[in-house]
């Protein structure tokens, strides 16, 4: 706990408890000493005939060292559940030796019937009192009428609207021609100085060259803030929700379902493949995950970082492209990402497990040529795949997939020792025709029309609900 600042000490009351439920100290820095005292005590007699004693005491400090963190328990003492039965005549009964499994037991210890014990999978998530401010009960006042059931509001947001004013499109919804004038308002309105100008306009290049952009590839080609960034997509884009160009940002006006020439810019979800089967496993692979559970710790045992919130005022402000003055980046790359985050490249591993690649930031030959295989030839648009041929998303992951694992054999030729021969040969005739295994199927599930990635997809949405 001491090497984690970000953890609270947790002290248990019954430490051989399993179901004890601690109380938590918070971290706190100070810059005291630790002193050892020592208190001595001499009795003398005054004199010879008299039996009082007179008692003196010394002490003596030592100073052994500096005290630079403390843990102080603030926090109140949450309900404890224990393994109890309640019998019929209210006398409580242990269940510990029933429910507790010290040693090896056989099969009679399993099937043995028990009253149903289930303890909570969590406590309280807060150990600190809050004032609540109960919201008045709108539905007593006068002239107030409930509204009418609908799926509009049988359930609502979790958190307020935020004012981006972005245009959502499905595959099957006509594409708008403008933004909103909500959102033209709100970028002119935070748009005050020439640094924002010089964004937009640079955007605005960008979406002449390439109807179709990601965030991703956007924020790789210009330096922007992403609170401005959120605020000046809208104003010159729409997002597509489902089709062959999820996830995606188009121009206004363009309709990528009606040129042939836009099967470039669809959207591949690729995710690296790991298992046993592909000879390394989640822990050996090169690419890390962004998230993982083995760290994942409850509320209440964790200190979260605040994070900090931008208003409208600090955007005026030149948050933008300028930031603050003390920054060590330039102003023209401070938050510019590396093409990796957009761009497939030979040779190299994808800076994450899940990308989001346009095909035509797929450079190599081979897979170029998989994506324009029907050139000349597109007959029509599907939500599944595009102006491509069919499977053609199955057969780049597929390819994909044997590079990447080849990268990996070269950089640690230790977790395919174990393969044979027999299957190296498999393996290059499956790269060379753009198939693997027929087992691969049970693990990659078949792609549905306006799925797509529901992580990076919906945390997007929300950004400009």
């Known amino acids: 706990v001491y090497a984690d600042p970000a953890k609270r000490l947790e002290l248990y009351f019954r430490p051989k408890d399993p179901y004890c439920h601690p109380v938590c100290a918070n971290r706190f820095p100070t810059s005291t000493m630790l002193l050892k005292v020592k208190r001595r005590t001499k009795k003398r007699k005054q004199s010879d005939t008299e039996e009082q004693l007179q008692v003196e005491v010394q002490f003596e400090m030592e100073i052994l060292g500096i005290v630079t963190t403390v843990y102080k328990f603030q926090g109140m003492s949450d309900f404890q559940y224990l393994a109890m039965h309640s019998g019929p005549d209210g006398k409580q009964t242990s269940m510990y030796d029933k429910v507790l499994m010290l040693k090896p037991e056989k099969e009679e210890f399993f099937n043995r019937e028990l009253p149903l014990y ?69 970028w002119k309105k935070v748009c005050t100085n020439p640094v924002d ?121 030149g948050l933008g492209t300028s930031g603050a003055s003390g920054a060590k980046n330039p102003a023209s790359s401070r938050y510019k990402l590396k093409e990796s985050i957009y761009i497939f490249r030979e040779g190299a591993l994808p800076p994450y497990r899940q990308m989001f690649y346009q095909l035509c930031d797929l450079n190599v030959e081979s897979l170029q040529k998989i994506i324009h295989r029907n050139d000349g030839a597109e007959s029509e648009c599907t939500e599944r795949d595009g102006w491509c041929l069919p499977k053609t998303s199955d057969d780049l992951r597929d390819t994909m997939s044997l590079m990447i694992k080849q990268i990996i054999r070269s950089t640690r030729p230790a977790l395919f020792s174990s393969t044979t021969s027999s299957e190296g040969g498999k393996e290059q005739l499956a790269y060379e025709s753009g198939e693997d295994e027929d087992d691969e199927e049970e693990e990659e599930e078949d792609f549905k029309p306006s799925d797509g990635s529901e992580n990076e997809m919906e945390t997007e949405i929300l950004d400009y609900v």
């Open 118 to 186: 289930i303890p909570p999978p969590i406590f309280s998530r807060l150990d600190t009192p809050v004032d609540y401010f109960y919201r008045p009960d709108i539905q007593h006042r006068e002239g107030y009428n409930n509204p009418q059931v609908s799926g509009e509001n049988l359930i609502g947001l979790s958190r307020a609207r935020r004012p981006h004013n972005a245009i959502f499109v499905n595959f099957d919804e006509e594409i708008p021609a403008k933004p909103l004038d909500a959102a033209v308002q709100t």
């Open 197 to 317: 100008k010089k964004v937009e306009e640079e955007l605005r290049k960008l979406f002449e060259i390439r109807p179709v952009w990601s965030r991703n590839a956007v924020k790789a080609n210009i330096s922007v803030h992403p609170d401005k960034l959120k605020l000046l997509l809208p104003y010159l884009a729409y997002y597509m929700l489902t089709g062959p160009w999820r996830s995606l940002w188009v121009r206004f006006g363009y309709d990528p379902r009606k040129h042939p020439e836009a099967k470039i810019y669809q959207v591949l979800d690729f995710r690296i493949r790991c298992g046993m089967k592909y000879g390394y496993a989640p822990n050996d692979m090169p690419v890390k995950a962004k998230r993982s559970t083995y760290n994942y710790s409850l509320p209440i045992t964790v200190k979260k970082p605040v994070s900090h919130t931008v208003s409208v005022h600090d955007l005026k402000q």
